[in-house]
């Protein structure tokens, strides 16, 4: 299955209310001390499924994605939600995005988050400027999550497809895009169908 792939998965209301009740959510709630209708940027939103989430908890959710097909699909899925969807690739050099909100770069973000997409990026420097264009979408003091599939820094794949291979190796990537409070963990996020997947979660903080 691709996840990133419109014509191979789609995601659904379970797979979104199990998100909205795993650590993934409680625990980074907890760690950044998340306000209620917080105002969230997700980037590479793919078919909605954790932008969703944030939004059943009463969140003011802004997605992107970089593949229009995706978004297509995130609407089709999720109809009737309160997100406001935009096509966007990272990095965001210079604005240069298509259909972007100017919000996106106008820190104005409580949290700006991203799932399983920085991890492509296999130049270094592509993936610390990605970071940082995501930290400018943060308010000061907002935060910015990265979320990297676990399995990727436990070795499980071909060392020339994957960057990460330690908790370290993502703290150092963080901080050096400027971020503050830099802080890992691991986590399972198990959906309400009974499947899971293991993730390493980063923050920072803008300062």
């Known amino acids: 299955m691709r996840w990133w792939d419109p014509n191979t998965y789609s995601a659904t209301w379970e797979?979104?209310?199990?998100?909205?009740?795993?650590?993934?959510?409680?625990?980074?709630v907890r760690e950044i001390s998340l306000k209620n209708e917080a105002e969230v940027l997700e980037v590479g939103c793919g078919s909605g499924k954790f932008s969703v989430a944030f939004a059943m908890r009463g969140d003011s959710v802004t997605c992107t994605d970089s593949n229009a097909d995706m978004i297509k699909?995130?609407?089709q899925n999720f109809p009737n939600m309160k997100i406001f969807y935009s096509i966007a690739e990272l990095p965001f050099v210079h604005n240069r995005y298509t259909g972007g909100t100017?919000?996106?770069?106008?820190?104005q973000f409580d949290l700006v988050f991203?799932?399983?997409t920085i991890e492509h990026f296999l130049d270094r420097s592509n993936r610390i400027s990605s970071i940082q264009d995501m930290?400018?979408?943060?308010?000061?003091?907002?935060w910015v999550c990265v979320n990297?599939?676990?399995y990727l820094v436990r070795g499980k794949c071909p060392e020339d497809e994957h960057p990460y291979r330690s908790e370290e190796e993502l703290k150092e990537e963080l901080r050096k895009a400027g971020l503050i409070n830099v802080k890992t963990w691991g986590l399972k996020v198990v959906t309400e169908q009974g499947s899971g997947r293991q993730f390493l979660v980063g923050i920072g903080r803008r300062p």
């Open 15 to 28: 797979d979104a209310l199990g998100i909205l009740r795993s650590p993934f959510i409680t625990v980074l």
């Open 73 to 75: 699909k995130a609407r």
């Open 102 to 107: 100017p919000a996106m770069g106008s820190g």
């Open 114 to 116: 991203n799932e399983g």
């Open 135 to 142: 930290m400018l979408c943060a308010k000061k003091d907002g």
């Open 148 to 150: 990297v599939p676990f």
